[in-house]
């Protein structure tokens, strides 16, 4: 599976961004699929996940209620929609798919991982 991310820029607090990253192959559905950033100097943290169906959820508490995790099957993409944007967000955020249905929050559940996209948020 190999995966493109895109969609980042610079974008000013409080704006709003939409991050999509396309998957190729016909396993697309099945997957587990993640979004996690890592900013300048840190490591790289959980965003979001989303059930291979869009059933389930879950957010990381720094972005809940204010990032949303969607996907279509049939486009073989999976989105970020980011609102209430603050300077914190600034990170290069990375998509990955899981094999297993149980991926939940950590890095080494995912198996493939896209090239990122960066997000700066000014204030």
């Known amino acids: 599976v190999q995966l493109q991310a895109s969609g980042g820029g610079l974008v000013q607090a409080g704006d709003s961004l939409r991050l999509s990253c396309e998957a190729s192959?016909?396993?697309?559905?099945?997957?587990?699929m993640g979004w996690f950033r890592q900013a300048p100097g840190k490591e790289r943290d959980f965003v979001a996940r989303i059930s291979w169906s869009g059933s389930s959820t879950d957010y990381a508490d720094s972005v809940k209620g204010r990032f949303t995790i969607s996907r279509d099957n049939a486009k073989n993409t999976v989105y970020l929609q980011m609102n209430s944007l603050k300077p914190e967000d600034t990170a290069v955020y990375y998509c990955?798919?899981?094999?297993?249905?149980?991926?939940?929050?950590?890095?080494?559940?995912?198996?493939?991982w896209g090239q990122g996209t960066l997000v700066t948020v000014s204030s």
């Open positions: 990955a798919a899981a094999k297993t249905t149980r991926a939940g929050k950590g890095r080494s559940e995912y198996d493939f």
């Open positions: 192959g016909r396993t697309f559905k099945f997957y587990v």
